[in-house]
């Protein structure tokens, strides 16, 4: 039901910042955005949320370095990330939901990016 296409994803120097954008081409129903990471070997996670509201919450190895946003008319997220490090290298998707209600588990969204990749070098 919804399309969505990220960019911003490339390769930076630890304590450098990269700033990842997502687009929802088909927007109607979404109530809730997320961007998600993962790693080889690693299970998805998620990285931080945002609501119609504008209310945000982030992963724990992100606060104080990362701030999403949202930019209702313009149908796009923006995940500003500062103080990148070399843990962060993992392919980031950008995730919606349609119920305003937000969710920090990979099963409760059914709309993802393909992925752009995040590589932090030391």
């Known amino acids: 039901q919804v399309q969505l296409e990220e960019s911003g994803g490339g390769s930076v120097q630890a304590g450098g910042s990269l700033a990842l954008s997502c687009i929802a081409v088909?927007?109607?129903?979404?109530?809730?955005m997320a961007w998600f990471r993962q790693a080889p070997g690693k299970e998805r996670e998620v990285v931080a949320t945002?609501?119609?509201?504008?209310?945000?919450t982030y992963a724990d190895f992100v606060k104080g370095r990362f701030t999403l946003s949202r930019e209702i008319a313009k149908k796009t997220t923006l995940l500003q990330m500062n103080s990148l490090k070399p843990e962060d290298t993992a392919l980031y998707y950008c995730?919606?939901?349609?119920?305003?209600?937000?969710?920090?588990?990979?099963?409760?969204?059914?709309?993802w990016g393909q992925g752009t990749q995040v590589t932090v070098s030391s």
């Open positions: 088909t927007y109607r129903g979404v109530g809730c």
């Open positions: 995730a919606a939901r349609n119920p305003l209600v937000c969710s920090s588990t990979e099963s409760g969204y059914d709309n």
């Open positions: 945002i609501g119609v509201d504008a209310k945000s």
